[in-house]
């Protein structure tokens, strides 16, 4: 039986779109606003925003609803539009410092400068299904006080001027211990620019931190699971130094003054891994330090960054891992990949198929072949010749 090619019409893909436009829109249940996805699943929306590289909650709802839940989708979705802004400023450099922080936990000290404030999480309760009734429900929801703005229930700072909600880092506790590398640079290189340029092995470091601030959140927990305990091999001492969630404002140039002004903000995660060194080049008497911050509250995205990035950085290119991070930790590329295999391959794989018949009708010529030869070998066995041809030949040019 032949291969023969299927085709799919316009008139199919149309009505595919259609069914799809429909269902979406008149669903059994209510509409879906847009402010119950961006409060409701603040976190999906998040997401969508830091893979899809861009700070617009609003416009993360609505592409997160539009993709039906797909938070790769929906990323999709949110840097194709980005694709089409056109850059009207840049903003100005700004500490993380300056981050209002909502949540600050540290794993790596029970009494660090500043407070613990646990904020809104989920770490500490019961991995439950909450199976109360839906109308209960509904009726504590409607029972409970809106909650305040988190800056209005903001502590006011210390009689020493000390600012609960923007306390000491980390890092600088280590290095006031004089325990942490100082990998400070005296310059202040342009970051690298992903959005513009690929970024290849061998790019500096805001390269790959940039790659994996905007990178899968499932694939970058991947990778950095495997290279803490998987078949590459590294055992990494890790912990985690501090985590932060918070604001951080967006502060352009005045367009008149030239005077710095802040015009709104962003929720960032921050987080900073400790790293023990015991390499033989290094200081074995200090720590080093990975960073990771991105979009929105996404912890274990920020966390796998932080070690990857220390990880990348004590690697220093000896290994594939700057690859893996730079070529295939974003999912609209990997998931853009896989989803093409759903597309017509009718050429392709017409001559696969072409391929293969190509070969079989080569192996059966070959076979036809040798049982020719296996026919001959057996009447030579069972009729051998009187005198071997060549044999005779030799030997008459002998005695001529």
């Known amino acids: 039986m032949g291969y023969s090619g299927a085709r799919g019409g ?14 979406r829109l008149a669903g059994d249940s209510d509409w879906l606003d847009l402010d119950q996805v961006s409060e409701r ?8 925003q830091g893979e899809g590289g861009l700070w617009a909650p609003d416009l993360a709802a609505r592409a997160f609803r539009q993709a039906e839940g797909d938070v790769i989708e929906a990323s999709q979705l949110v840097r194709a539009y980005r694709s089409t802004l056109p850059r009207v400023a840049y903003s100005l450099p700004v ?4 981050m209002t922080i909502l949540r600050r936990i540290v794993p790596a000290y029970r009494t660090p400068p500043g407070p613990q404030l646990l904020g809104r999480t989920l770490d500490y309760t019961g991995r439950l299904i909450d199976l109360t009734p839906d109308d209960e429900a509904r009726a504590e929801a409607a029972s409970e006080p809106r909650p305040a703005e988190p800056d209005s229930a903001l502590p006011e700072p210390s009689a020493d001027g000390v600012d609960p909600r923007r306390p000491v ?13 100082d990998r400070r640079a005296s310059d202040d290189p342009e970051p690298f620019d992903i959005t513009r340029k690929p970024a290849r092995p061998g ?29 590459d091999g590294y055992i990494h001492e890790v912990t985690l130094g501090e985590v ?40 074995r008497t200090k720590f080093d330090v990975g960073y990771g911050m991105c979009f929105g509250h996404n912890e274990r995205k920020a966390i796998a960054m932080a070690n990857l990035d220390i990880s990348a950085w004590r690697d220093a290119g000896r290994t594939s891992l700057q690859q893996s991070i730079l070529l295939t930790t974003d999912g609209l590329d990997s998931s853009g990949f896989l989803e093409h295999l759903k ?35 057996a009447l030579l066995a069972e009729q051998p010749p009187e005198a071997d041809c060549v044999s005779s030949l030799t030997a008459d040019r002998e005695t001529v």
């Open 343 to 377: 597309l017509p391959h009718y050429v392709t794989f017409r001559s696969m198929v072409e391929r293969k018949q190509a070969v079989r009708a080569a192996l059966a010529e070959m076979d036809r072949r040798d049982a020719a030869h296996a026919d001959v070998a």
């Open 95 to 98: 500490h993380a410092d300056e």
């Open 203 to 231: 790019a500096p470091r805001s390269a790959w931190l940039a790659a994996m601030a905007r990178a899968e959140t499932g694939a970058l927990m991947n990778l950095w699971y495997r290279n803490v305990l998987g078949p």
């Open 10 to 23: 316009l008139d199919a893909i149309r009505a595919a779109e259609t069914l799809t436009r429909r269902r």
């Open 41 to 48: 699943l603040r976190l999906a929306v998040d997401r969508v």
């Open 169 to 181: 880092r980390m890092l600088d506790v280590l290095r006031s211990l004089d325990l942490a590398v």
């Open 244 to 283: 932060r969630h918070g604001h951080l404002p967006v502060r352009v140039a005045h367009p008149h003054t030239g005077n710095p002004v802040d015009i709104g903000s962003v929720r960032a995660t921050e987080t900073e891994a400790i790293e023990d060194l015991d390499g033989l080049e290094e200081d």
